[in-house]
């Protein structure tokens, strides 16, 4: 892969509600470390130039510096995140230098992604300027108007989204120099929606999942588990 500077800002504003405690999400312990040090991790693991910025709530910046001291965890710079998660990562990507080629964006609750998507993902960027990770879905779906009538959706035509999602630098800083919008549910949106940039889709993993909730933490204990013994 080619090689080029690359900022990484990793997303980390849960407060736990749907998990059903009182610690955020991505403090939990999965496999005996947290979530986001096993996200910080992957990154600087995949990518060990890249610049790491993680975005927390102000009022978790202290708990984290205090807790992450306790775990080997790689070097990353922590920013004050906003509202919104489109203004938290508006935060990140002015946090991260003006000489990168590249801006990733990762959702701090997504432990999982390996280093070989990582990098496939950097180079789908690098080819098309942009890059979204996506798998197909396995359930089938249908449609439900205001009538409650439903209809069949064709699942061929849908793909399941995840992070990271990758763009040039300068792509996605013009993309958030512009005001919140409802209709921005994660960065390819904003990109599209602000800019003529088509993004494009690159293959996700099924192991790349996001945990917001108890059922998922138990799927995410397998996948740990999993991976400690393939590592062996």
Not at 73 to 101: L, P, T
Not at 123 to 137: K, M, R, T, W, Y
Not at 183 to 195: G, K, L, M, P, Q
């Amino acid at each position: 892969m080619e090689q080029r500077a690359i900022g990484v800002v990793i997303v980390a504003g849960g407060s736990g509600n749907r998990m059903g405690g009182s610690m955020p999400k991505q403090f939990a312990l999965i496999g005996g470390e947290p979530i986001l040090v096993r996200t910080i991790n992957n990154f600087a693991s995949a990518l060990p130039t890249a610049k790491i910025v993680v975005v927390l709530p102000a009022s978790q910046i202290e708990f984290w510096k205090n807790y992450s001291a306790r775990f080997k965890v790689a070097r990353h710079k922590i920013v004050e995140g906003g509202k919104e998660r489109f203004h938290s990562v508006k935060n990140g990507i002015e946090a991260i230098s003006e000489y990168v080629d590249l801006i990733a964006v990762q959702d701090g609750v997504r432990p999982f992604a390996s280093k070989a998507m990582i990098l496939n993902t950097v180079q789908c960027a690098l080819d098309n300027g942009s890059a979204i990770p996506v798998i197909s879905p396995a359930d089938s779906f249908r449609a439900v108007d205001n009538n409650r009538q439903s209809s069949i959706v064709d699942r061929t035509k849908l793909k399941v989204v995840q992070t990271p999602q990758i763009f040039e630098a300068s792509l996605i800083r013009a993309a958030y120099n512009t005001t919140f919008d409802p209709r921005f549910t994660d960065d390819a949106s904003v990109v599209e929606t602000t800019t003529r940039h088509k993004v494009s889709l690159c293959e996700g993993e099924k192991t790349n999942i996001k945990i917001t909730t108890p059922d998922d933490m138990i799927i995410g204990e397998a996948i740990a588990l999993y991976i400690k013994e393939s590592c062996k």
